[in-house]
């Protein structure tokens, strides 16, 4: 209300009052002085004159969040022309005046409690950021319509503030001398020949050659226009989206994260979130009520949120079933539909998604279709319109190209060869919002011709007449996706016509998408068909049987149908469990249907999934990495708030620090001093002791500016090894030192608790975070104990602080991402007690290799028995409780105050850079490692190394030198990480049946000997199996591995003739399905 009007109930007399942003000051009595009367003036809420209002939550950004904290959340009131102005999921600085007013304890009684509820008052709203895109505005209306085709339009359009747009009527004259030099610069890059090529360039210029993913995620920035059908030449008509759907698939440590977080940073209203830290409600929205109307309101999710603009979703594949089910309809009609408390509505979500996946068996199959290596449903993959994936494959020359590129990112002084010609961040942003906002380009006649072609010809490939049934090669899904992606690939040509080279260029992307996914997909519906009541005879219950329906079959009948069904009848064998190998003496029959012949049209809506069909061919490798964080320091001497006695005592610990330094010994002696209570384990503690140091975080500059993909440099290690060997002393010591240091056990935490949970204020009523062990360790260590012993939903949450150092929470409308870069120290048991020599270590300690791989290093800590070194334990178990230690006793180490100092200095002071000598030697010894593998006697390469071991390398040799207080990492430090690497994997990563290093070990949980043995096994029995099956009597001889892979068979029903050949084929699948 800006202004009330009041009456008075005794002589009529009228007044107004105004009102600024405040309380109505109610006059007490009539102000006629004929009447007078108290109390009489009454308000005439018709009369008033009332302002527009709205309150509005800001939350703070997660880049600029202090180290342990949650983001901080403001509350906002607009009025008038400021009501609207910015929309959820804008990035805004908002000016005002800051007010408190007092909260009442009840709104009837007068006292109010000691606590002030505070807001902004807000004078000016300032929208975008210069280094991200403008919103899509494609969808705006026009009335251009021929013979009911599609045309531009069905959406509104958002009012985007472009650093490009010199037609805005508020700009000064030198913003718009600014604009119009920037339109012409634009212009100019996109005459250029290579402009494309140029622009996949300068998309995450870091991350290395995967040339197709970055012309596909290009062509997504730009994205196809979004089209309204008319309808008998009027609009209304169904809405086509133009928004593209990118999925990224493949092995941990190819850089699928790093991409998205790029793309999260400069997209229009970018939003990051993790699968897993992802709910149903988070994604879409949820119900409220408000807090001064006191009526229901709906918050908006992620999905709402990024409207217009990208959202990215990394650990794809670990969405629950119930948060994934909420994307299939975003993801075509691009809404969210809701229907609670009395709340039905229809939200917009015209997002375009880039999401990534891992394996489920942590590497890539390619002997396995794409939805089983996965695990999504098929009708949630055909949704999106590029499917890539992103392999490691071993390759001396493209192992050695990768390393260069990867340790030129890290040299102090990068040659003269390293330029590219890339354009700036800025450049690339303002490109794409110019090109969004000004080009809508139309498909001309020859470019429709061309796309039909294409289509037909990709159809054509499945109709192969000696096969026995026809495969789907492409639907019109597949169709829609290449007009997108050509009107995509015009607007990057600034050209308002799609032309041939477009469709040809969209055509290419497609194929290749297809072929390294080699996924053919299919529509499949399964629907329970019960007998109709009139047929069924006499005292006997209705029959019901499962239909599988596939590609135009499906949705044909719909609940109530009444339909005759003709089909195959098949019968599959159903498990006990679906974790075992055993199957029960039960077959689930279903029909395989042909056709269907119905009545009334209706919708059936059961499971769905679908056949699985095609190969996998493999793609080219990446690099991933996180962000920096600084120290608090005890020794800093050029504080300003110190006083002159404690400036004089922090430069005399800077100099005892720096002469600790110069030392020779000064490895060695850090080393000694870490831990000196806990007997030798050297490289266990040099380990550590790095990762205490850390290397340098990095954010590689795209073309100039900030906003590249973060490489962390904190270091995680592994403790594995036998009960009583002190590991969880040593946690117990680093938690005690490291800055920040947290210490949980794997048995007493849980997902929430790691991360951080949502509670509402005591005070305020206000739902907030509260942060969790991994966010209180932001900057620090996070030491967790019994880490084997953890619940698979709570160390899923570690695969995104492992790798990009964040959190992503969306659950009761708070959606952010928290920053958690900490270093993590673990320790974790073997499953029987003592570590078997003979097992992985993934089998030793049962943890998935997805996780295990996400360590730098991983150490075995084993109690072997040996007299002498049992004798010196023991006296030095017993020097420790000597009332008097001998003076052979004292050793040279360095007290633990004195070590925290040198550390936080160095952390703070320290920040190495790569020279070219360190960077050439890292590269060799890369490729060295990784040519371990390449044995050109064995059946099947080993992996000896990834990225993420050269990457381990990097921050190892970083640390190494800022323990040395030296700005430059040299070759002494270079060596040192890759002993250290190499000792590590000598010990956790080498086969135990061949004695050889391999990396399958660790990051999939086999290695090539057993794959190699199980393959063996398998064409042993298959063997033995037709020879049983063509009348042999050949005995059947059980081994230990047999009983490993058919623990339930009988074997005296095996070593008989033909009378169980059936029982012995049984067991042929799952020993298939474990190979």
Known sequence: MSEAFFRCVICHHTMQVQIDRGRINEPTRCPRQVCGSPDSMVLIHNRSIFADRQVVRLQETPDVVPAGQTPHTVTLSCYDELVDVGKPGDRVIATGIFRAVPVRANPRQRAVKALFRTYLDVLHIQRGAPNRLGLDVSTREEGDRRHGAMGVGGEDEDDVALTVDAEREDLTEEEETRAKQMEATLKEISQRPDVYELLARSLAPSIWELEDVKKGILLQLFGGTNKSVANGGAGGGPRYRGDINVLLVGDPGTSKSQILQYVHKIAPRGVYTSGKGSSAVGLTAYVTRDPDSKQLVLESGALVLSDGGVCCIDEFDKMSDATRSVLHEVMEQQTVSIAKAGIITTLNAR?????????????YNPKWPITRNIDLPPTLISRFDLVYLVLDNIDESTDRRLAQHLVGLYLEDKPESAATDIIPVETLTAYISYARTKIHPRLTEEAGNELVSEYVALRKLGSDARASERRITATTRQLESMIRLSEAHARMRFSQLVELEDVKEACRLMREALRTSATIFADRQVVRLQETPDVVPAGQTPHTVTLSCYDELVDVGKPGDRVIATGIFRAVPVRANPRQRAVKALFRTYLDVLHIQRGAPNRLGLDVSTREEGDRRHGAMGVGGEDEDDVALTVDAEREDLTEEEETRAKQMEATLKEISQ??????????????????????????????????????????????PRYRGDINVLLVGDPGTSKSQILQYVHKIAPRGVYTSGKGSSAVGLTAYVTRDPDSKQLVLESGALVLSDGGVCCIDEFDKMSDATRSVLHEVMEQQTVSIAKAGIITTLNARTSILAAANPVQSTYNPKWPITRNIDLPPTLISRFDLVYLVLDNIDESTDRRLAQHLVGLYLEDKPESAATDIIPVETLTAYISYARTKIHPRLTEEAGNELVSEYVALRKLGSDARASERRITATTRQLESMIRLSEAHARMRFSQLVELEDVKEACRLMREALRTSATDPTTGLLDMDLINTGSGAGQRRARADLKREVTKLASEMGSGGTRPVKWTGHSDHLCPTANREDASMNNTHTLSLQTYLHPIDSKI
């Open 351 to 363: 997002t375009s998604i880039l999401a990534a996946a891992n394996p489920v068996q942590s590497k």
């Open 663 to 708: 030392r020779p010994d000064v490895y060695e002696l850090l080393a000694r001093s870490l831990a000196p209570s806990i007997w030798e384990l050297e490289d266990v503690k040099k380990g550590i002791l790095l990762q205490l140091f850390g290397g340098t975080n990095k954010s590689v500059a795209n073309g100039g500016a900030g906003g590249g």
